[in-house]
């Protein structure tokens, strides 16, 4: 089933309980929360202080979408902020394999992102330890850009290795997912959509997320289905498991 993941970046930092109450009652079943450092992207935004008040605002699960340099040392504390889903860029991780397995043992579920220019067979060794997979439809940094449509080809070429493998990953778009494009992501396989500015850039979050999952559930071939028959497989535990501390434990990551 096609979800929409509507991305605070755009809405009113000043009321975003509210804005969040919205696209919720429009629809959205996932909240994307961009973390951006100044450094991998040239903008700032939040981090795991503004995490912890959302997490008392939503049950929905926080889709924290990490465009920061060593995001390894925020992961412990988005854990205890709340956080559902941690994704980390293929090109800020040094060693991606173990952010993953970091985020994991913290008890979220692992995701990793490709920039535009990134291929996806970069990915290949690590498709079988993450929940989903992020393809970045614009340049990471700043919302209301234009979708670039090559990136429909890596949202197609994961879902056929996800076929092939046997895998059971879910791919997210983000950039530039609006109203013109949202049909064409869903037909190239992705299902959890990312919308900032067509959800919240002209102050009426409800309503458009609301059309924005009609045409995705139309493109999808979907039955327009209540939102609250969404469930995510297993509620997250928010606590930093024991696990932690042990070092290079086998790790069994749950989808
Ligand atoms: C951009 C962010 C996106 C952003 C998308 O770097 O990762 O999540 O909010 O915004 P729109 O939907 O406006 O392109
Ligand atoms: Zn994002």
């Keep these: 089933m096609v979800e929409l993941a509507p991305s605070i970046l755009s809405a009113d930092f ?9 696209a919720e009652r429009g629809g959205g079943t996932v909240i994307h929360v961009d973390v951006m ?39 412990p504390a988005l854990a205890d902020a709340g956080a559902d889903w941690i994704s980390v860029h293929y090109e800020a991780c040094r060693h991606l394999h ?7 043992q913290h008890g979220m579920r692992p995701a990793v992102v490709i920039n535009p220019a990134t291929p996806v067979e970069f990915l290949l060794d690590v498709l079988p330890m993450v929940h989903h997979v992020l393809v970045m439809s614009v340049n990471p940094g700043f919302g209301g850009q234009k979708f670039i449509p090559f990136t429909l080809n890596k949202i197609q070429r994961l879902c056929q290795l996800r076929d092939q493998l046997g895998l059971q990953y879910r791919v997210e778009v983000d950039g530039g997912v609006a109203e013109d494009t949202i049909a064409s992501v869903v037909e190239a396989g992705a299902d959890l959509l990312v919308a900032g500015n067509a ?36 509620p997250v535990n928010h606590r930093r498991p024991a696990a932690t501390k042990k070092r290079n434990s086998l790790l069994r990551v749950k989808l």
Aim: hydrophobic letters at 40%; a neutral charge; aromatic letters at 4%.
């Design 14 to 22: 000043a009321r975003l309980a509210e804005q969040i109450g919205a």
């Design 37 to 75: 450092d100044g450094h991998f992207v040239p903008n700032i935004t939040i981090g795991p202080p503004v995490v912890a008040s959302l997490r008392k605002v939503t049950k929905l699960p926080l889709d924290c979408h990490l465009m920061i340099e060593n995001p390894d040392e925020f992961i």
């Design 98 to 104: 173990r952010s993953l397995e970091l985020i994991a």
């Design 199 to 234: 959800v919240f850039g002209d102050g009426h979050p409800e309503e458009n997320a609301r059309r924005l999952l009609r045409t995705a559930r139309a493109a999808a071939g979907e039955q327009s289905a209540s939102p609250k028959k969404v469930q995510h497989l297993q």
